[in-house]
């Protein structure tokens, strides 16, 4: 076991760092929870594109017809949840979430992307409507699939680090991001 609490933060935060590196790690595939205007709650897996310590920040992108962009556009407020079963590790991040969409955070975003990964952006449907078959799904022009890219920006305040151990032992550490770091207290799981 680590020695103080934000040790152990620090050893999950370099297990996240790891699997967005690695692209195979569990970690990097994050689920996003939002708020709707009416106040549902929505639950979505995104693939974690990047996690940077300073300023402490995460990134993922959607499609920007998606509900999740219109719930951040409304509330900005965001949970984070990473969960590893081959580590026992669950990372649970929150923060303030910004968009990006047809501007030059974006552009460069989506110059790096694969024509593949681009596609994923392009499907003429609008996310979560009904089509009438799966296997025939039409896309849009390049320029106008580049329109409907969003980088999600979450700037990150808190993080609560929890570790499954043998025996049923459980090992919790929350933590706040601050300018000269982060602060952290062992908590009860």
């Not at 303030?96 to 449907?125: F, K, M, Q």
């Not at 993080?159 to 062992?186: E, N």
């Amino acid at each position: 076991m680590q020695t103080s609490a934000l040790e152990f933060i620090e050893a999950g935060l370099v297990a996240l760092e790891r699997s967005v590196r690695d692209h195979d790690g569990e970690l990097r595939n994050i689920q996003l929870a939002t708020l709707s205007p009416d106040l549902h709650p929505g639950l979505r897996t995104l693939v974690l594109r990047s996690f940077e310590r300073s300023p402490p920040c995460a990134e993922m992108h959607s499609d920007t017809r998606a509900d999740k962009v219109r719930d951040i556009a409304q509330a900005g407020q965001v949970t984070l949840l990473a969960w590893s079963g081959a580590e026992h590790l669950q990372l649970r991040l929150e923060g303030t979430a910004r968009l990006h969409c047809d501007d030059e955070i974006a552009r460069r975003r989506w110059d790096t992307l694969s024509p593949n990964a681009r596609n994923t952006y392009g499907h003429v449907a609008i996310p979560g409507t009904p089509i009438a078959d799966p296997d025939e799904q039409a896309h849009l022009p390049p320029d106008e699939q580049f329109r409907q890219f969003t980088v999600i920006l979450v700037s990150l305040a808190t993080i609560d680090v929890l570790r499954l151990g043998p025996g049923g032992q459980q090992t919790r550490a929350s933590g706040r991001f601050t300018a000269s770091g982060i602060t952290a207290a062992w908590i009860s799981p």
